[in-house]
C-alpha cells in the first residue's frame, strides 16, 4: 500500500513539473487543440471505450494583471476572489467554463488559464467546442497560449485484460512509441511520442508528447483510461 502512494505521489510530481515546463513550450491555435481531442476520441472510441470526460486547457503568461478586468469583462460568470487569484465559473449544461488568474508560485509570474470541460464527445460537439474556446481566448489572451487537450474512458476489460488487449491498439492508433511506463497491479503510467502531435516535452535524451493513465475503474470491473497531449490535466 505504501508502495502504491509513493509510486502516485512521484507520478503525482513529474506531471507537475513537465505541467511547468511547458509552459514556454510551442504555442498553437484552439483549432489544433480540438484536432489533438479528436485524434484521442477516435483511439478510445476505436477501443469499444466509452469516453466520460474532456478537457482543453489554455494558459498564458503576461506582465501585469488587473483582476477587476476580468470580472467586468466577463460578467456572466461567477467569480471567486481571493488574495492572490481570481476564479471564475460557468456551468452551460453540456460545458463548463473556467477561467483562472493568479501567479505562478514557481516563476512569480502572473498567468491567465482557460478550461473548457464537457461529459459527452463527438464531431459535432468538437464543432461547438472548437467555435466556444476560440471566441473566448481571442478576447481572453494577447498572443496564442500554450494549449493542451485530455480525453477519459472507460472500458469494460479489468485494467491486466485491458492492458494485454486492448492499449497497444490504443498506442497503434496514436502512432505512438513508448518511452517510459510505470506498472503497478492496480494502475500504469505510459509516457509516448507520436508524429500526429506537434507539441513535444523533453523527456531525459528523448522527446514526449503523449500521457496514459490507468487504474481500476471505482466499481472494479472495467479500466478508466485518461489520454492527454502533451501531458495529462485530467486526474486518474
Not at 109 to 121: A, C, K, Q, R
Not at 174 to 194: C, D, G, M, P
Amino acid at each position: 500500500m505504501k508502495t502504491n502512494i509513493y509510486k502516485v505521489l512521484i507520478l503525482t510530481g513529474f506531471f507537475a513539473i513537465c505541467f511547468n515546463l511547458i509552459f514556454n513550450g510551442n504555442k498553437l491555435s484552439a483549432k489544433t487543440n480540438i484536432e489533438d481531442l479528436q485524434q484521442l476520441a477516435n483511439s478510445v472510441e476505436k477501443a469499444d471505450g466509452t469516453i466520460i470526460e474532456w478537457s482543453l486547457y489554455a494558459r498564458e503568461s503576461v506582465q501585469h494583471l488587473d483582476m477587476d478586468q476580468y470580472v467586468l469583462q466577463y460578467p456572466e460568470m461567477e467569480w471567486t476572489v481571493k488574495e492572490d487569484s481570481l476564479i471564475g465559473s460557468v456551468n452551460k449544461g453540456t460545458y463548463s467554463e473556467t477561467i483562472q488568474v493568479m501567479n505562478n508560485q514557481h516563476t512569480n509570474t502572473p498567468f491567465i488559464s482557460y478550461e473548457l470541460t464537457g461529459t459527452y464527445w463527438d464531431e459535432e460537439t468538437g464543432l461547438q467546442a472548437s467555435k466556444m474556446a476560440s471566441r473566448r481566448m481571442d478576447t481572453l489572451f494577447n498572443g496564442e497560449p500554450t494549449l493542451f487537450s485530455c480525453i477519459k474512458g472507460e472500458f469494460n476489460n479489468k485494467i491486466n485484460e485491458f492492458t494485454e488487449q486492448s492499449l497497444n491498439n490504443i498506442m497503434q492508433s496514436l502512432q505512438a512509441k513508448e518511452i517510459e511506463s510505470i506498472t503497478e497491479h492496480n494502475f500504469r503510467s505510459v509516457s509516448a511520442y507520436s508524429s500526429l502531435f506537434t507539441q513535444t516535452l523533453a523527456l531525459t535524451d528523448q522527446q514526449m508528447n503523449i500521457q496514459l493513465g490507468l487504474r481500476n475503474s471505482e466499481l472494479g470491473n472495467g479500466t478508466t483510461l485518461v489520454i492527454g497531449t502533451p501531458i495529462l490535466t485530467i486526474e486518474y
